[in-house]
Nanobody
Framework: VQLQACGGGSVQEGGSVRLSCAASGRTVSSYGMGWFRQASGKEREFVAA????????YYADSVKGRFTVSRDNAKNAVYLQMNSLKPEDTAVYFC???????????????????WGQGTQVTVSS
């Protein structure tokens, strides 16, 4: 499967951005999906994930209440709505596909098996 994230850009603090991740090559509808980010000079960190059906989601504490992950299995896509953005949200954002068929929400980096190219989000104060 190929994953392509898009929708990043530059935004003022307090603004919003919606990221999209399109999957191609095979369906991801039976797999959990997630978002990670990597700021310059830092390790890649978990942001949010959603289960294969779209019923359950999980968020990093740093984004809880501000970010919302969703998916559209008919479009083979997953989204990340980011509101109330802060400068510390500046990073390259990556989408990833869970390893396990119809499993619960993937939460750890090791639960993901396919990664897409990232999209840059820059939040200025």
């Amino acid at each position: 499967v190929q994953l392509q994230a898009c929708g990043g850009g530059s935004v003022q603090e307090g603004g919003s951005v919606r990221l999209s991740c399109a999957a191609s090559g095979r369906t991801v509808s039976s797999y959990g999906m997630g978002w990670f980010r990597q700021a310059s000079g830092k390790e890649r960190e978990f942001v949010a994930a959603i289960d294969w059906y779209g019923r359950s989601s999980y968020y990093a504490d740093s984004v809880k209440g501000r970010f919302t992950v969703s998916r559209d299995n008919a479009k083979n896509a997953v989204y990340l709505q980011m509101n109330s953005l802060k400068p510390e949200d500046t990073a390259v954002y990556f989408c990833a596909k869970g390893k396990f068929y119809r499993a619960s929400v993937p939460r750890n980096r090791g639960d993901f098996g396919s990664w897409g190219q990232g999209t840059q989000v820059t939040v200025s104060s």
